[in-house]
T-cell receptor, first 112, second 116 residues
Framework: DAKTTQPPSMDCAEGRAANLPCNHS???????VYWYRQIHSQGPQYIIH???NNETNEMASLIITEDRKSSTLILPHATLRDTAVYYC?????????????FGGGTRLMVKP | DAGVTQSPTHLIKTRGQQVTLRCSPK?????VSWYQQALGQEPQFIFQ???????QRGNFPDRFSGHQFPNYSSELNVNALLLGDSALYLC???????????????FGPGTRLTVL
């Protein structure tokens, strides 16, 4: 699976949008971009994933560049409960049971 | 609809002992993956079970073994515990193959193992 690069930490003001970038310049055509987050000492929580089109769900939006070499996770109105480590993971989605390879992630701190 | 559940929540063992951790997948899920997360580190893949067999394995020694039961629940066994085995052990499940549109894995809350 392709490797991802994320900033180690970011701050965001409560109520503002949090934009978390991820670089995945070696992504292959059959690889999806997945985002998970992990609040302290809890299991990772699935947020969203996409292949090449932008995606939105009740938690977040995922914007993938046209060349697919980078993406941005957007939390439209960050709250204190969004403070967590956010992981961007690239992997094939082919029902072959591919494992998740976590990188260091971005530690997002939402401040009042 | 219950999510992924794991037991116990916490446990403490001493070096050399053996431990068994348990995982019940989310309803409608048939594949179970296990991860180890040391303090301050990211999760590391241990292995994955599908149709009661180990389908994929990460870089972990044979002291780590597992099992999947016909009801899709799973156990992780660790023998001859070392201090370095202290970690949060995470279980993740994936939807049934015939109902699967993605391979999205959903995680349980984890079991915190402390080895003294």
């Amino acid at each position: 699976d392709a490797k991802t690069t994320q900033p180690p930490s970011m701050d965001c003001a409560e109520g503002r949008a949090a934009n978390l970038p991820c670089n995945h310049s070696t992504i292959s055509g059959n690889e999806y971009v997945y985002w998970y987050r992990q609040i302290h000492s809890q299991g990772p929580q699935y947020i969203i994933h996409g292949l090449k089109n932008n995606e939105t769900n009740e938690m977040a939006s995922l914007i993938i560049t046209e060349d697919r070499k980078s993406s941005t996770l957007i939390l439209p109105h960050a709250t204190l409960r969004d403070t967590a480590v956010y992981y961007c993971i690239v992997r094939a989605d082919n029902n072959a049971g591919n494992m998740l390879t976590f990188g260091g992630g971005t530690r997002l701190m939402v401040k009042p | 609809d219950a999510g992924v559940t794991q037991s116990p929540t916490h446990l403490i063992k001493t070096r050399g002992q053996q431990v068994t951790l348990r995982c019940s997948p989310k309803s409608g899920h048939d594949t179970v993956s296990w991860y180890q997360q040391a303090l301050g580190q990211e999760p590391q893949f241990i292995f994955q079970y599908y149709e009661e067999e180990e389908r994929q394995r990460g870089n972990f020694p044979d002291r780590f073994s597992g099992h999947q039961f016909p009801n899709y629940s799973s156990e992780l066994n660790v023998n001859a515990l070392l201090l370095g085995d202290s970690a949060l052990y995470l279980c993740a499940s994936t939807p049934l193959l015939d109902a699967r549109t993605t391979d999205t894995q959903y995680f349980g809350p984890g079991t915190r193992l402390t080895v003294l």
